[in-house]
């Protein structure tokens, strides 16, 4: 099963790095949807998440969920060679890494801003977004 990457649509630095994801993940295994659209907000009720919790990116990798930085560490083994030494994050405890990423995720519209809607994928890409 291809990953699905779960992300807050109108966060500026989430669709940065849904936009590096795109360019980065060569075999175009992994799929996309916002947390706020019908396809996310279903795939939340089906796993029993909260569906007004936008503070994490999710993955759904063969029927699992991984939530902040696990989910960060799962999206690396889906990149090139060149980014495997990041999966060396994976020995700093779960609490630390999960700090780090609850202080961004709390100041993500602060620092880097928010849109108005979600971000609509580009045509080349579509193909790879939730329908």
Known sequence: MAPIVLFDGICTFCNGAVQFLLRHDRKERMQFGALQSEEGQALLQTYGLPQQEFQSLLVIKDHRIYKKSDAALELVQELGVWWQP?????????????????????????WFGKNEHCMLPAPNVRHRFLK
């Not at 990041?86 to 602060?110: E, G, H, Q, S, T």
């Open 86 to 110: 990041m999966r060396l994050f994976r020995v700093v405890p779960r609490p630390v890494r999960d700090a780090v990423y609850d202080l961004i995720a709390r100041n993500r519209y602060k």
